[in-house]
C-alpha cells in the first residue's frame, strides 16, 4: 500500500490545523495505530508551524507567502516533508543541501530558544525516528523532513502486507 499527496498552503495560521486533519483523516482511513497518527500529526503542525512563523516577509511576494507539505505513506513507514521559500535555517543549524544530509541528525538543541519559541524542532526529533533539517539548494528556503515506521490497527483496510 502506498499513498501520496502533497499542498501547497499560504502561510497563514490557518494552514496549520488543515495540513493536520488531512494527515489524520489519510492515516485513520488507511487504518495506522491512533498513536502513531497523533506523534505524526504534532510534528507536522510544529513543522507547519515553523513554516509559517519564520519563512520570511510575505509582502515580498507569493512565493514568500506559501509552503509545500508532503506526506508519504509506503509500506511501513511514513514520511513527511515541509519545504518553504524563507530565507533557510542558518548555516549552525542546517546541512548544506537536503539531497545531501548530514550523517546524523543536526542537533536540534543547537537551535537558540527561548520560552515562548524552539520547542517545534526538539518535539519533532522527539515524535519521529529519523529528522532532517536543512535548506533546500538554489533558491533557499527551508526543509524540515521527518519519518516514522507505522503500526497498523487490526482492522486497518489498507495494512501493508
Known amino acids: 500500500m502506498s499513498i501520496w499527496w502533497s499542498l501547497h498552503l499560504r502561510r497563514e495560521a490557518a494552514s496549520v490545523p488543515l495540513a493536520r486533519r488531512l494527515l489524520l483523516g489519510t492515516m485513520e482511513t488507511a487504518g ?31 512565493s514568500l507567502g506559501a509552503y509545500r507539505v508532503t506526506a508519504y505513506l509506503d509500506g511501513e513507514k511514513c514520511r513527511i516533508e515541509v519545504a518553504d521559500s524563507g530565507p533557510g535555517f542558518p548555516a549552525s543549524t542546517a546541512s548544506p543541501t537536503v539531497a545531501e544530509p548530514p550523517r546524523r541528525p543536526v542537533p536540534v538543541a543547537s537551535v537558540p530558544y527561548d520560552s515562548e519559541h524552539g520547542r517545534g524542532l526538539s518535539l519533532i526529533e522527539e515524535l519521529a525516528d529519523h529528522v532532517t533539517i536543512g535548506n533546500k539548494p538554489g533558491r533557499g528556503g527551508a526543509v524540515v523532513s521527518f519519518d516514522k515506521m507505522l503500526k497498523w490497527r487490526k482492522d486497518a483496510p489498507l495494512m501493508a502486507v
Open 32 to 62: 495506522v495505530d491512533p498513536d502513531i497518527s497523533y506523534d505524526l500529526s504534532l510534528a507536522l503542525s510544529e513543522a507547519c508551524a515553523n513554516a509559517v512563523e519564520h519563512a520570511g516577509d510575505t509582502a515580498q511576494g507569493d
